[in-house]
Nanobody, 119 residues
Framework: QVQLVESGGGLVQAGGSLTLSCAAS????????MGWYRQTPGKQRELVAG???????NYADSVKGRFTISRDNAKNMVYLQMNSLKPEDTAVYYC?????????????WGQGTQVTVSS
């Protein structure tokens, strides 16, 4: 089992910045790829950014150039630096880890943290 705890969400004005953090604990052998997803009411959860243990990253087109994902393998932490935030970035953001090299279908989720961007 792996536990994921997110922090750093909140309310910010459009154009502002926030940094989300996620701490992973438990069976560290199940922690490989890590990433951030987001979800708004009535919509499917979508991938925002992913990162492999070696640091290879991928981003949703909607956040490229504005968001940066990073991780600290020694601390089992993953971060999401969000700049130039837009109202459409408002969502619940979820941390995820899977035991696979890239984010797969079987893994663990955090409880989510709300990000609200006001116009």
């Amino acid at each position: 089992q792996v536990q994921l705890v997110e922090s750093g969400g909140g309310l910010v004005q459009a154009g502002g910045s926030l940094t989300l953090s996620c701490a992973a604990s438990g069976n560290i052998f199940s922690i490989n790829a890590m990433g951030w997803y987001r979800q708004t009411p009535g919509k499917q959860r979508e991938l925002v950014a992913g990162i492999t243990r070696g640091g290879t990253t991928n981003y949703a087109d909607s956040v490229k150039g504005r968001f940066t994902i990073s991780r600290d393998n020694a601390k089992n932490m993953v971060y999401l630096q969000m700049n130039s935030l837009k109202p459409e970035d408002t969502a619940v953001y979820y941390c995820r880890t899977t035991p696979t090299y890239v984010l797969g279908s079987s893994g663990y989720w955090g409880q989510g943290t709300q990000v609200t961007v006001s116009s």
